[in-house]
């Protein structure tokens, strides 16, 4: 699922309010990591992640890896946080609505 111009935009905007629910750090993404932030974007599909200085990797880095592993979108990554989304399979969250272009 690749997002538009104008989805990167709206979810950029919803993640500025949000507080890192992860974080990386020393033993960088472990797969009890892995299985936590699945659990977190199965109950908020959008969520923000920051990686601590004794990390290994860069945002970046910790961005692709998680999304490839949780099958997310890397929304932005600025400094050392950054944003991932994916569509939620449960009935009970309130999902995000996308525009379309």
Same mark, same amino acid.
């Given at each position: 699922? $690749?997002?538009?111009?104008? *989805?990167?935009?709206? !979810?950029?905007?919803? +993640?500025?309010?949000?507080?890192?629910? /992860?974080?990386?750090?020393?033993?960088?993404?472990?797969?009890?990591?892995?299985?936590? $932030?699945?659990?977190?974007? *199965?109950?908020?599909? !959008?969520?923000?992640? +920051?990686?601590?200085?004794?990390?290994? /990797?860069?945002?970046?880095?910790?961005?692709?890896?998680?999304?490839?592993?949780?099958? $997310?979108?890397?929304?932005?990554?600025?400094?050392?946080?950054?944003?991932?989304?994916?569509?939620?399979?449960?009935?009970?969250?309130?999902?995000?609505?996308?525009?379309?272009?």
């Amino acid at each position: 699922m $690749a997002l538009t111009k104008k *989805q990167i935009k709206q !979810l950029r905007a919803l +993640a500025n309010t949000l507080s890192p629910l /992860l974080y990386v750090g020393k033993n960088d993404i472990t797969d009890a990591a892995v299985k936590q $932030a699945d659990e977190t974007m *199965q109950h908020h599909e !959008l969520m923000k992640c +920051a990686v601590q200085d004794g990390s290994g /990797l860069s945002a970046k880095e910790a961005a692709d890896a998680l999304a490839e592993k949780l099958g $997310a979108e890397v929304v932005q990554v600025i400094g050392n946080r950054f944003v991932l989304f994916r569509v939620s399979t449960l009935d009970n969250v309130e999902h995000i609505v996308l525009v379309r272009e």
